[in-house]
C-alpha cells in the first residue's frame, strides 16, 4: 500500500508565493517520475509540472518562469514552488507519482489565490 500526502495549500493575495510538498508512504518501489497537476471548478485536469528520476523537469506553459518543481529521491518527496501567483492559478493541486507500472494520486490541496 503506498499513500502520497500532500501539504502546503492554502490562501494567498496575487504575486504572492505558496510552496506544495508531497511525501509518499508505505511500500515504495522505483518511482519513475513525480508531478503535480491541478484542477480548477469547471475545467479539466491540467498538468502542471513533472520531474523524472533523472530530474529532467517539464513544465505547463502558463506556469513557466513561476513555478518550480524538485524533487528529493531519499525521502521520496516532490515539491513545488509557486511564485507570482495569479486567480488564475487558483485550484485543487494533486501530486502524482509514477511507480512500478502504476499511477498513485494525492488527495488534493487547495490553492486560493484572492485579494
Known amino acids: 500500500q503506498v499513500q502520497l500526502v500532500e501539504s502546503g495549500g492554502g490562501l494567498v493575495q496575487p504575486g504572492g508565493s505558496l510552496r506544495l510538498s508531497c511525501a509518499a508512504s508505505?511500500?515504495?518501489?522505483?518511482?519513475?517520475?513525480m508531478g503535480w497537476y491541478r484542477q480548477a471548478p469547471g475545467k479539466q485536469p491540467e498538468l502542471v509540472a513533472v520531474i523524472s528520476r533523472g530530474g529532467v523537469t517539464k513544465d505547463a506553459n502558463s506556469v513557466k518562469g513561476r513555478f518550480t518543481i524538485s524533487r528529493d529521491n531519499v525521502k521520496n518527496t516532490v515539491n513545488l514552488q509557486m511564485n507570482s501567483l495569479k486567480p488564475e492559478d487558483t485550484a485543487v493541486y494533486y501530486c502524482?507519482?509514477?511507480?512500478?507500472?502504476?499511477?498513485?494520486w494525492g488527495q488534493g490541496t487547495q490553492v486560493t489565490v484572492s485579494s
Open positions: 508505505g511500500s515504495i518501489g522505483s518511482i519513475y517520475a
Open positions: 502524482k507519482f509514477w511507480m512500478d507500472g502504476t499511477d498513485y
